[in-house]
């Protein structure tokens, strides 16, 4: 915390006031070269000009992109791999970034938001990735997590990305393709970052869709003949997928509200024409809302129905253990009393006494057992 401290301290002065001076490094700066030590953490840092990248014999620091940019225009798209505090420190003081959302960035772990600080807006994304597996079981990792920050300003647009997946290198490969869209500025990466997470959002809920469709199959589906009623699925199999949901629904719903500000309210930072795609984005979110919520109900379905179906099958094998239990407690009773050993009992000493006795038995059982069979129970 005590980067942050001075951090706020360096940064605080160094603030545009008016919209249009650019913040000044720290004093130290010309004796200490803070973004040199961001070089680990740094993925790509660019300058972009009418929708064109900047080819330079040499790969720029962010120092180097920012006095580019003040110098003939454009704007800087520097991304960043989870850096640490020391590594973020002088960038964060290049740019004028607030303490506030730098800790936000580096410590991750924040919910999806958009907030403003002075000339610069600070969004964060929650990435979402699809675990394949051949087999869901309950200890199955379904969905993997990751964040996107995003700091956009008038000449500049920093990305830090946490999380060993959702690689940024394509989607700066497939927008630098498009230059006309590019020319429009930070707010054109903004959009493009904020539909490929959404994009993504699609895909892991069409694959989810699948695993709860192999699960509500398996709980619905009829018994075999001859083996009895169904007893369901392992029941850890359907808690892990709604573990899973629950942290998929974190992700979604808190970024709608973001997407609805960004596509109805007008912003400086954001290009008129570059705002009604965020509409499109908003669309797209609030479909995949709403197939969140219905993953959570019916996975709440399917996790009474498949408790019912084992409380019935508890219910047969109960009956089942009574029917034979009923049926045993006739050769019990008859053994029970003849076995009491007394001198004069009803045929005791007639020959056919023991034939008769076993016979008796055996027809007691067998109507008991006929009458319990007819009836459902064996």
């Known amino acids: 915390m005590s980067m942050i401290r001075d951090l706020r301290a360096a940064v605080r002065p160094s603030l545009r006031k008016d919209g249009t001076a650019y913040p000044s490094p720290p004093a130290s700066y010309d004796t200490y070269d803070a973004t040199r030590d961001a070089a680990s953490?740094?993925?790509d840092c660019a300058v972009y000009r009418d929708g064109s990248r900047l080819e330079c014999a040499d790969a720029l620091t962010p120092h180097e992109a920012m006095l580019e940019v003040r110098r003939r225009g454009g704007f800087a798209w520097i991304g960043l791999h989870e850096p640490t505090e020391a590594e973020f420190a002088g960038i964060a003081a290049e740019f004028g970034l607030h303490p506030l959302a730098v800790e936000d960035a580096v410590h991750a772990h924040q919910r999806p938001k958009l907030e403003r600080y002075d000339d610069t807006l600070f969004t964060v994304?929650?990435?979402?990735?699809?675990?394949?597996?051949?087999?869901?079981?309950?200890?199955?990792?379904?969905?993997?997590t990751g964040e996107v920050m995003c700091f956009t300003g008038r000449d500049f647009f920093i990305t830090v990305r946490h999380g060993g997946h959702g690689s940024l290198r394509a989607l700066r490969r497939r927008l630098q393709e498009d230059p006309e869209l590019l020319a429009k500025g930070p707010?054109?990466?903004?959009?493009?970052?904020?539909?490929?997470?959404?994009?993504?959002?699609i895909a892991v809920a069409d694959?989810?869709?699948?695993?709860?469709?192999d699960v509500e199959s398996e709980v619905f589906s009829a018994p075999s003949k001859g083996k009895g009623s169904s007893r369901g699925v392992d029941a850890g199999r359907i808690y892990q997928l709604k573990r899973e949901v629950l942290e998929f629904k974190r992700a979604v719903s808190p970024l709608l509200r973001p997407m609805l500000l960004l596509s109805e309210r007008p912003m400086r930072l954001v290009d008129p024409d570059i705002q009604k795609y965020f509409r499109d984005v908003a669309d797209h979110l609030t479909r995949v809302q709403e197939q969140v919520i219905g993953f959570d109900e019916l996975l709440n379905s399917i996790l009474q129905a498949n408790l019912a179906q084992a409380a019935v099958a508890q219910n047969e094998d109960?009956?089942?253990?009574?029917?034979?239990?009923?049926?045993?407690?006739?050769?019990?009773?008859v053994c029970g009393v003849y076995g009491m050993n007394f001198k004069h009992m009803p045929e005791l000493h007639w020959r056919y006494g023991y034939p008769m006795v076993l016979a008796l038995i055996g027809g007691v059982c067998f109507a008991i057992h006929r009458t319990l069979k007819r009836n459902g129970w064996l």
């Open 207 to 213: 694959a989810m869709q699948d695993d709860i469709d």
């Open 125 to 144: 994304f929650k990435t979402i990735h699809y675990v394949e597996h051949t087999e869901l079981t309950a200890t199955s990792e379904v969905v993997e």
């Open 318 to 333: 109960m009956r089942k253990i009574t029917s034979w239990a009923a049926i045993i407690a006739v050769p019990t009773a």
């Open 187 to 201: 707010s054109a990466v903004l959009h493009t970052i904020a539909d490929h997470v959404v994009d993504g959002y």
């Open 41 to 43: 953490a740094v993925v």
